[in-house]
Each structure stands twice: as structure tokens, then as C-alpha cells.
């Protein structure tokens, strides 16, 4: 068979749709045994490391780091797929972090690996390390010819493993059977810390593994140097590939693709980047198709007469574009309405599903400001558990947001709209590990950047939920940009009543734990079923977290679980997201836990949260007539005063 290397200097890649939308959920992972000498001492030494391989990652797709010596130095090196778009190292890099949190929050070392990226510390060298007893996972589904796929599955791994040692350690091969209903995807790739003979000896030693999963459809291995795949649907990128078709037999065709270094490869690349640079440039506008190369975070809005300064990238949607999807903003395409304006799901000429978030000009300045706002701070990061920004489009004075579509709308409505959804436990746990998992990388982005961000009206409305019911924060039209160097900020007060932090509230002081606080009372929502607030209930029951508080206190904490789980939780794991809400709800911000301690103690071992009495606000008999389901936001704070327990405050409502 014949199979041809493709030599290039460097790996462009046009992303396709596969590649952008992988499920980084779906891991590989293994710990050691052993924990630190000096637990503080060792993450001294880790967080460092990974930071340094947090900024390698994202302009070289890998980098290797130690620091640290007499027993707790630490070892770290990470690397994204070369088929792996560069634009989604970072966030890759960010949610392997986050599983290793999980998996390993107590050991001195662990690895793990999400579609995308590898992530592995530990307290001894391993760079050079091929293989170990490595770590496996097969599809339960099987295919129908058993024997037939198994071998020319096996043929296809063992073309791409011969492959990916002698070009860049990487090769991606798939079958062309217009004779067969199912094609073969496989995938090789080693660390770049392997020579080719390590990288050799590493992936035969998979192809060994890999072979017991045979015949269910999908399989693969993590071992110590390299990772190995095969899989009956697509989820490698092929764009921007050179293939070539072989006759492999049976009808059928394989192509097989690898990369290495040459010299005049490289040559041809530049000259493909520079054509590829001048007409991104020169487009001013891009239409749907045009949309589908860009990834989220590639792009800054900019419109002549706007002050943006966002930067010289831009997609841009015209008018009759976003029409069009939305069958002229039809009421049927209708999925959301605020204060802010309107959201309308719809379909662009290449089919793929969009949100369009329609913004009034009745009060020009503050849409503006918001409009702004978003693109700005959205655009600026990339997570899995972020809503992506797709593009913008202003005419006169209206403003658009064309955003990624939800499948499954916005969190508030399974939990409290006219059709509330039966979620089951572990739906919701995912649910708040998930907005967890996206509020520690906003609030920490100082490993990236200069600034972190805070979210300012985290509430069940602003969560939103794909088709896997897998969370999303959305709405940052009133997010701030948090220097690291400072220890709050004083701002006019924003955010949703029943869900904002007292001190803020009270005196406008503004830090990320306000977004902690807020957190906290989400997750007692999504426990219980029941908003932060609810009129027409008796009075001792109406406000969710002093509720809680006193039943916590009586040892009655299940009590507030909401009835439509029918009993079917684990009791313990309730009460210990329960302590972790409460604890979140700390009188003092700087005893609320940061939002990635949170993501650790969700963990299945982790430090317990030890909560005491919550500060809550008690609305006044006029506040709650105004309220009408707990939507409205803070315009601004009537009452300064001591921030306790039981401070009666009114606020100034706006609708949202």
C-alpha cells in the first residue's frame, strides 16, 4: 500500500467542525499512590510549573517544566494534538488542570487526557519515560462484523503507528469504503520529549493494549510517552491535511497522513499563510460559511465609529444575514427575552444553529456599554463551561450578539419554569461542578493575563445548557475586568436581587467573591428546586438561604432537597455540596472559598467544608411586591450600613 508523508515546517490547520466541538469530558487519567512529603511545599513547587506550561502550551502546543528539589520537586509537561486547533491549547490545558483536581486532589502525581491535550506532574523526571502499565478505554457497542472490522482495524493502526515515529511523531489515518456503511478513524502521537525510537517502542506497546478492544467501536490508549486511538466516527480535523488515496483492498481506500520537519515545507507554508492572511484581512465582512475557520477567541468585533479597540481580527454578521436565520426575528424563533432585549435561535445558510441576542436602543448608553462589554470579555477567553461568542452586527443603533445555540435553554427554566424538568442528581451535580469549573477560570485568568473577571450576575437564568445538559456561563454584559493587584473595586451596583453578595449590595465593594456568593446560592437552587426568593410562601420559608441555614443547623439539611428526585441521591454527597454552598455564603469574603477550592472539594476526596452562619438579606414587604419571580436586577443601593445577618435592605429594582 502505498502512503504518502507529507513534510511540512510547521502544522497549519483550517479546524473543520469535529475538531472544534470535541468532548473534553471524555478522559484518560492515572494517579500515583504516594502523597507529598510537605503537602505545601509540593504545591509551591506545582503551581509555578504549571503555569509556566499553561503559556508553553499555548503558543508552541508543548512545554516541559521542573522545579523543586529534595523529595518534593515537581516534574510537569503538557502538549496539545497536532490536529488540535492552537486557539484551544489553553482551555484544553485549563480543563485537564481541572480533571486532575478531581482524580488526584491529594497525590504527588497524575496525568490525564482530554480530546485535544496531555497533562501529566509528578515528583521524579519522566520525560523520556515510554510506556508504563498505561491506562485504557473501549466503547461498550460492538460492531456487527466482528471479525471483518477487527482486521482492518488492526491494519489501519498498524500503518499509522509505522507512520508517526519518522514524521513529527504524529499520524492520522482513516478508511474510505464505499462498499461498507462504517469507516475507521486512527490516530498516533507521542510527546515531544520521546526520541523516535521511544516513540516507537511507546506505541507498539499501545497497538498491544488497543487490540483487546477489539471489536467495539472505539478504543484508546494513554500510555507514559505517547496516546493511541481508533474510532468508527471522524474526531480528528482533516482540513488543511494533504492525503492521498490508496487501494487498500476489498474496495476499500485509506488515507494516511503524517508530519514532520523539512525545510521546504516550511518554505511552501509561508507562502500558504501569507495568501491565507491577505484574504482574511481584506473581507471586511464574513459570511456563514466563512465562519466555520475561525475559533472561538480567534476574533474582536470592530465597527467603523465604534470605539472598540478589540484588535484588527474581526467577524462580522450583515443585518440581512441574522434576518434571514431568524425568518425575520419571527416570534417562533423567539427562546428568551429580558430587559436587555430579545434571543432568537436560528439557522445559517451552512445549517449550523445559532443564538442571536438582540439588544434595544431605548436606552442607548447602557446597551452600548453592555453590548461592548460582552464582546470584550467573552472574546478574550476560551473554556468549555463559557458560552462562545460566534460574531457581531450593529445597525444604526442596533446591536447583535451571535452566540453558540443552547440546546437545552437556560438552567431557571427546568428548574422553575411552566415546564419544570424531572433533572436527576447527578444532571445538577454536573451542573455545579461544571459552573464551577467556568467561574475558577475567569477568576484566575492572572495565569494568562494581567486581569481576572468578575461575572457580576451569576444566577439560573445565566446558566445555560447544551444537549448534554452540560453548563455554560452566559450574559458578561456586566462583568468587570479585575486588575490582579487589586483588592476590590467600588462600582455602582449590578446584579440579580436575591443572588448578590451583601457586602457589594450594601456598600459596593466588588470582588470575585461576590460571584462566590452568588454561586453558593445557585447551587442551593439547583439542590432544592426553589428560586432565592419566593413570594406567597410563609414567611420563614420565602428567603432560600436563611431557610436553609436554620434546617442545616437542626440537622434537617435534606429537608430543602427538591421532591421530584424521589428520593434517588446519595444523602451524603448532597449534604457536602450543601456545606460547600453555605460555606460559600460566608458573612466575610475572605473566608468564602475561591472558586477553584470549590472545584476541589467537589471532588470525590476532598477537605470538607466547614460553613457557618450565612449572611442573607431579608427584603422588605415593598421590595417583594415589586418582585415578580426573582428576576429583577440592583440598579443601585439606598441603604449604607453595617454589613449583618439580618440587615433589612431595599434596593432600587430594574428589570432584566
Excluded at 466482528?146 to 513529527?168: Q, Y
Aim: charged letters at 20%.
Amino acid at each position: 500500500m502505498l502512503i504518502v508523508a507529507v513534510y511540512v515546517g510547521y502544522f497549519l490547520v483550517f479546524t473543520d467542525k469535529s475538531a472544534a466541538d470535541q468532548n473534553t469530558s471524555n478522559a484518560l487519567h492515572g494517579c500515583t499512590s504516594y502523597n507529598p512529603l510537605n503537602a505545601s511545599v509540593y504545591k509551591a513547587n506545582l503551581d509555578p510549573v504549571l503555569n509556566s506550561l499553561a503559556k508553553d502550551i499555548s503558543t508552541s502546543r508543548f512545554g516541559n517544566k521542573s522545579q523543586g528539589t529534595g523529595g518534593d520537586e515537581v516534574y510537569g509537561l503538557a502538549q496539545c494534538r497536532a490536529d488540535f486547533p492552537l486557539s484551544h491549547c489553553v482551555q484544553c490545558f485549563q480543563e485537564a488542570r481541572d480533571q486532575l483536581a478531581l482524580f488526584c486532589p491529594t497525590q504527588n502525581g497524575g496525568r490525564v487526557y482530554v480530546d485535544g491535550c496531555f497533562l501529566r506532574y509528578a515528583n521524579a523526571t519522566f520525560f523520556a519515560q515510554p510506556y508504563d502499565t498505561g491506562s485504557s478505554n473501549c466503547s461498550s457497542s460492538s460492531n456487527s462484523s466482528a471479525e471483518k472490522f477487527s482486521e482492518k482495524t488492526l491494519k489501519l493502526i498498524t500503518d499509522t503507528v509505522g507512520r508517526a515515529p519518522a514524521n513529527n511523531s504524529f499520524a492520522i489515518a482513516w478508511t474510505d469504503d464505499s462498499t461498507s456503511s462504517t469507516n475507521i478513524y486512527a490516530l498516533a502521537e507521542c510527546w515531544e520529549s520521546l526520541a523516535s525510537d521511544g516513540c516507537q517502542t511507546c506505541l507498539e506497546q499501545a497497538q498491544n493494549q488497543i487490540g483487546n478492544c477489539l471489536p467495539s467501536t472505539q478504543g484508546q490508549v494513554l500510555e507514559a510517552g505517547c496516546y493511541l486511538r481508533y474510532d468508527t466516527n471522524s474526531f480528528f480535523s482533516l482540513n488543511g491535511l494533504a492525503a492521498t488515496n490508496t487501494d487498500q483492498g476489498g474496495g476499500s481506500k485509506s488515507k494516511t497522513v503524517g508530519i514532520s520537519v523539512g525545510i521546504t515545507g516550511g518554505a511552501v507554508l509561508v507562502i500558504v499563510a501569507a495568501f491565507f492572511a491577505y484574504f482574511k484581512f481584506r473581507q471586511p465582512t464574513f459570511g456563514s460559511e466563512r465562519l466555520d475557520i475561525y475559533q472561538p477567541g480567534d476574533f474582536r468585533c470592530q465597527f467603523a465609529g465604534e470605539e472598540s479597540n478589540f484588535g484588527e481580527k474581526a467577524v462580522r454578521f450583515d443585518y440581512e444575514q441574522l434576518r434571514e436565520a431568524t425568518d425575520s426575528f419571527d416570534d417562533k424563533n423567539k427562546i428568551g427575552e429580558g430587559g436587555f432585549g430579545q434571543v432568537y435561535k436560528g439557522t445559517l445558510q451552512s445549517g449550523r444553529q445559532i443564538a442571536v441576542k438582540r439588544l434595544l436602543a431605548s436606552e442607548s448608553e447602557r446597551v452600548t456599554n453592555e453590548f461592548w462589554t460582552e464582546i470584550e470579555v467573552i472574546s478574550s477567553v476560551s473554556h468549555r463551561n463559557l458560552v462562545t461568542l460566534l460574531g457581531c452586527c450593529t445597525l444604526q443603533d442596533q446591536r447583535f450578539l451571535v452566540l453558540e445555540y443552547m440546546a437545552n435553554r437556560s438552567l431557571d427554566k427546568h428548574l422553575f419554569g411552566k415546564r419544570k424538568t424531572s433533572l436527576s442528581w447527578e444532571a445538577r451535580f454536573d451542573i455545579i461542578l461544571g459552573t464551577a469549573r467556568g467561574l475558577a477560570y475567569i477568576h484566575e485568568l492572572h495565569e494568562h493575563s494581567h486581569v481576572r473577571i468578575v461575572h457580576r450576575d451569576i444566577k439560573a437564568a445565566n446558566i445555560l445548557l447544551d444537549d448534554k445538559f452540560q453548563p455554560k456561563i452566559a450574559d458578561f454584559g456586566l462583568a468587570r475586568l479585575f486588575p490582579h493587584d487589586r483588592t476590590h473595586l467600588t462600582t455602582r451596583v449590578g446584579g440579580t436581587l436575591g443572588y448578590t453578595a451583601p457586602e457589594y449590595a450594601v456598600h459596593g465593594q466588588l470582588t470575585e467573591k461576590a460571584d462566590v456568593y452568588s454561586y453558593g446560592v445557585v447551587v442551593l437552587e439547583i439542590i432544592s428546586g426553589r428560586k432565592s426568593i419566593q413570594t406567597g410562601l410563609p414567611c420563614d420559608t420565602q428567603h432560600l438561604l436563611p431557610w436553609t441555614w436554620r434546617l442545616y443547623q437542626r440537622n434537617e439539611g435534606l429537608s430543602i432537597v427538591d421532591p421530584r428526585l424521589e428520593g434517588k441521591f446519595g444523602a451524603e454527597q448532597v449534604l457536602k455540596v450543601m456545606n460547600i454552598a453555605l460555606a460559600c455564603t460566608h458573612d466575610s469574603p475572605s473566608k468564602r472559598p475561591s472558586m477553584s477550592n470549590v472545584v476541589s472539594m467537589l471532588a470525590p476526596v476532598s477537605v470538607e467544608a466547614r460553613p457557618v452562619k450565612p449572611t442573607f438579606m431579608e427584603i422588605d414587604s415593598d421590595a417583594q411586591h415589586m418582585l415578580s419571580g426573582s428576576t429583577s436586577q440592583l440598579g443601585s443601593s439606598s441603604a449604607a450600613g453595617p454589613s449583618n445577618s439580618s440587615a433589612s435592605i431595599t434596593h432600587s429594582l430594574q428589570a432584566r
